[in-house]
């Protein structure tokens, strides 16, 4: 690690809004030579769009298309290739800000870079706002309050595990809804709080929705939708 | 509520830096007439330091002073009265913004003015970055990936829940861990779990200070402190 050596961002930039951006990725956003962010295999990033207001122009920017190939996730040889790239920067004393949505370090993919790179550069985490605060905000419902317990549950997990949580948490966020959106309705019904419960997807983007689980089509959710439960109403 | 009423907000302003707060966030703090803040029964209010670099001067400030009387809480009384003070501002057209450490929906007091003001005022809740994003970010770890189950447990908890909750979790953050610090490093060391923890406090301010949760000595820790568990080492 020498001094000649560029810096790596690890830079949340929040959950949708571009303005939900903190100033402080606002100022490192502007300053850094590369840019990188992740984008689906095919199609746009999410974090690029977030980004876009802010970016100074004239950035070189690097795109990290991972594929979700089902057992081959994180997509190591991926990943491995795009530290090489970044290093490639970093090594010529260029510093580097990897675009994270939300925060970088709550199932953010930023981690997988961070593993990689962390040990051998100057690496900062600019925390961000997560989607968690942008859902209950949007909702109007606090998560927890007091001693209450917060349990956030990707819902991916196996229905009798997603069941089993619910019933033992004062307040659930479940996450990455997706095409999970059947079982989590089950789930919730059967508990009996499926009335209590709000459904939010792009939570503070231009196609945000919100909606009582109940009234949630049985279509499959977009990724970003989420979830809130609380056992005790309104969350206060 | 009529178009003459002025608009109250909740306003996140991040874990601690002044930097960590939104762009959205700082527009609405420099555009409004009021801000009111939390603050101790005697002393500084932490929200009013992250602010401070930000005000824009001849701002009307209310200082919302709530006693932390055990049995007391929340302080029904004394948000009753700080509701009604900022509803005065309200009914004469004024919007006024509450500021929120961290991010308003999670364990934010400004709940308890919310839930007293958003049924008669227009209201809107700007998330903030929360301690927990901060927290990960200044100690480097990840706090959940994949399809991992993150538990938010505030330390007051009883040893035995806790350690219940802590054992069925792949990730905890323990919140508020102050003078619960003992507690939390005997139930960590009975699981095994206390090599691998670190201890945060003050996570993105002057005074932040980060160490591995075995090198913390047992005096009180402060309020605003964090324990980050992950049962997979580094959270990937």
Known sequence: MTNAHGTLYGLG?????????????????QSVPVVAYPAPEDGDSLARAIAAPHLAGGQTEIV???????????????????????SEHLNAGRN??????????????????????????????????SSLGAVAAAAGRPLVSRNQVLSILPAPLEEAELERRITDSDACAIMKVGRHLDKVKRVLARLGLDGGAVYVEHASMPDEK?????DVGTDAAPYFSMVLVNRQGRGV
Request: proline share 10%.
């Open 64 to 86: 990290i298309r991972t594929p979700m190939t089902p057992g081959n996730f994180p997509a190591n040889d991926v990943y491995d290739r795009y530290a090489a790239e970044i």
């Open 13 to 29: 930039i929040g959950p949708g809004d571009p303005e939900l951006m903190t100033l402080k990725a606002h100022r490192i956003l």
């Open 210 to 214: 919100i909606l009582p689980l109940r």
């Open 96 to 129: 580097v800000a990897v675009l994270c949505e939300g925060d970088p370090f709550l199932y953010g993919s930023f981690m997988y870079l961070f593993q990689r790179l962390s040990g051998g550069y100057q690496t900062e985490v600019v925390p961000g706002v």
